[in-house]
């Protein structure tokens, strides 16, 4: 049985043989986060476009305003203001933040280290040349690369697409992920459930998810525990790039979705992982689709779809697979698991005040792997390594953030 990073490792590796030229989409930089950039963004003039004044203060020739020296003002620079006229010799001249420094000026001189008085100003300490002036095109020159195709578009990204003017921005299509939830208990979430019939949480859960890892979530809704329905609605789901499927995965008579995919050509490539919850998990390839099949408790389902099934995503994406976001934490109360297995288990720390103080997890109490409340309480999961069977309160321990939350 694989390990959980050894499986993640396989869908990386299986994903990434494939050649796929992925369409493009033009999407406007306000609707752009999460998409994946398919061309180059460079800049349309240099950065900063003139000698920016960093301060509000005075804009000087730095060998004039030493330690005592009185120079006279001849005016004021606001940000946006034309900057036509260069600084006349023994003077200054009054500048915002973010304003043009004129000609002949080479520093500016903040506010609280001058004392105006009427038009003239005293420098309380020497000025030292460049001081609180970018200099143009020390940001970046014109026509240079500031974004390049497969960067991911988080909002920094997006600001630096703006800040050029690229108010359009060519993107690779976001892969298409099939939904599946599969059981006979499973009904709508808009239906009212018969006693003993559960509301199919996970192909919301699971859309949501897929959404985060920056995919186009496509449901399929839910197939009944027979060869039938689920042979067709799988089908269906195989003309996407990745299909998921929920439930229907473990050892039980009605658990059916392996030979389903089996019949319909699949190829395994790992179907079962050592962890808990989601030892089930598998991972193939059926025509030209990515498979994942999910055990259907709705904790199981989460767990393994951000261990891998987002790495599918990413690549599909034509961007980096994103690490894991593990953190270091200190263990709060002692824990006990079986080993053998890895256990991602629902839990919650909290980071004390100062910003470099090592968070403190406590596992949350929990049913099992039903527990959705229990993850609804959670803003990670807490590591327990497969060869542990004993944490003791304080010992360091990995955590994987729920990003969503945290
Ligand atoms: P399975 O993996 O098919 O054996 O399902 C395990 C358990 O997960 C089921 O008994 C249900 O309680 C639960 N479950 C399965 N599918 C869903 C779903 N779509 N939404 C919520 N819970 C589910
Ligand atoms: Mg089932």
């Not at 599969?182 to 709508?188: F, K, L, N, P, Q």
């Not at 998990?281 to 951000?306: D, I, K, Y």
Request: glycine share 8%.
């Amino acid at each position: 049985m694989l390990t959980y990073d050894q499986a993640r490792q396989a869908v990386i590796d299986q994903v990434s043989r494939t050649t796929l030229t992925r369409p493009s989409v033009k999407v406007s930089v306000w609707d752009a986060l999460g998409y994946v950039l398919a061309e180059e963004i460079v800049t349309d003039r240099e950065y900063p476009p003139f000698d920016r004044s960093t301060r509000d203060g005075y804009a000087v020739r730095a060998s004039d305003a030493h330690s005592g020296a009185t120079l006279r003002c001849v005016g004021e620079i606001k940000a946006g203001d034309t900057v036509a006229s260069p600084l006349p010799a023994q003077s200054c001249i009054q500048i915002m933040t973010g304003a043009g420094v004129p000609a002949g000026a080479d520093a500016v001189v903040m506010i609280e280290h001058a004392q105006r008085d009427a038009d003239h100003v005293t420098f309380a300490r020497d000025t030292r040349a460049g001081q609180n002036v970018v200099p143009r095109g020390s940001e970046a020159q014109s026509g240079r690369a500031v974004l390049t195709s497969g960067t991911r578009l988080g909002y920094a990204e997006l600001a630096v697409a703006a800040q050029v003017g690229a108010a359009e921005l060519c993107c690779d299509a976001k892969p298409r992920v099939a939904i599946l939830s599969t059981g006979d208990e499973v009904v709508a979430v808009d239906a009212h459930p018969g006693p003993f019939q559960i509301r199919n949480s996970n192909s919301v859960s699971l859309a949501a998810q897929v959404r985060l890892a920056g995919g186009q979530p496509v449901l399929l809704g839910r197939a009944a525990d027979n060869i039938e329905d689920l042979g067709a609605k799988i089908e269906r789901g195989l003309k996407e790039d990745i299909l998921v499927v929920s439930g229907g995965v473990s050892m039980g008579k009605y658990d059916l979705v392996e030979s389903v995919l089996k019949a319909l050509g699949a190829e395994f490539f790992f179907d079962a992982v050592a962890i808990r919850p989601g030892k089930p998990a598998v991972f193939g390839r059926c025509q030209e689709a990515f498979v994942f099949g999910l055990p259907g408790n709705p904790v199981s389902t989460m767990v393994t779809f951000e261990l891998f099934v987002t790495p599918a995503i990413d690549i599909l994406s034509n961007a980096q697979p994103r690490p894991l976001p593990f953190v270091q934490a200190t263990l709060a109360a002692p824990l006990h698991e079986k080993p053998g297995l890895a256990h991602f288990l629902p839990a919650r720390a909290e980071w004390p005040a100062p910003a470099n103080a090592a968070a403190q997890v406590r596992a949350l109490p929990w049913q099992g792997s039903g527990d959705i409340a229990a993850l609804a309480q959670a803003n990670c999961f807490l590591l327990i390594p497969a060869d542990r069977d004993h944490v003791a309160a304080g010992e360091p321990v990995s955590i994987l953030l729920r990003k969503d939350v945290t």
